[in-house]
């Protein structure tokens, strides 16, 4: 489904049939000042970044996966997906193997649900 953007993002109304949560397709249209085909390209690199940055993090050093985690907060920030954010904050404040290992087991969760959200978003 494509995005659909006016005149004025903050009027935008989402499709019905997308999940909502995931993305905030408001804050996305505002960050992107309603260009669909930004959207679509940012969405894209999410997409592929989010996915490897989660891969990266299961095998790295608490200080790296604590880096990797904050740059997915930023971009997670960027494209309106407050519960990536959330989610990669708690691996960068996780101060146990056991709460970073449930910090990315979350955000592996998170991660998901906003590929999905993309993924609908992103469909002809």
């Known amino acids: 489904m494509a995005l659909q953007a006016t005149k004025n993002p903050d009027e935008a109304v989402p499709p019905a049939d997308v999940a909502d949560g995931a993305i905030d397709r408001a804050h996305l249209a505002r960050m992107t000042f309603g260009d669909q085909s930004l959207q679509r390209e940012l969405l894209e690199l999410f997409d592929r970044q989010a996915a490897i940055l989660v891969a990266r993090m299961r095998e790295a050093d608490p200080a790296s996966a604590g880096a990797l985690a904050h740059t997915l ?52």
């Open 73 to 124: 907060k930023g971009s997670a920030l960027g494209i309106g997906a407050a519960g990536v954010a959330q989610a990669a904050e708690a691996v960068e404040r996780a101060a146990s193997p056991s709460e970073r290992e449930a910090a990315l087991a979350r955000l592996a969760e998170a991660v998901v649900l906003a590929r999905g959200t993309i993924a609908e978003l992103l469909r002809p």
